[in-house]
């Protein structure tokens, strides 16, 4: 007899990798934007062009702050909708 997946029987070990995976993805994208302000820093320090800069913090920034929170509505809603039902 197979039994049913109902959020009573989840394993808290499941719980723990998400929100590991959760913090990681969040630490990531924050070391990424501080990386892209630190080359717009040095280039700005070195009196260098820094139009490359520039144009990839205008795409990369967004992207990752986007990404980061999908990923958030999608753990915060798949637990609260657990909760709910």
């Known amino acids: 007899m197979t039994e049913k997946f ?9 719980f723990k990798i998400q929100l590991a995976l959760l913090l990681g993805f969040s ?11 630190r080359l717009i820093y040095i280039s700005w320090l070195w009196r260098d ?9 205008l795409v990369a920034i967004p992207v990752f702050l986007f990404l980061l929170m999908i990923f958030n509505y999608t753990f915060w809603g798949l637990k609260r909708g657990k909760h709910d039902a």
């Open 49 to 57: 062009v820094f139009s490359a800069s520039i144009g990839i913090a």
């Open 27 to 37: 630490l990531f994208a924050a070391l990424v934007v501080f990386w892209i302000a």
């Open 6 to 14: 109902s959020p009573d029987t989840e394993s808290p070990w499941i």
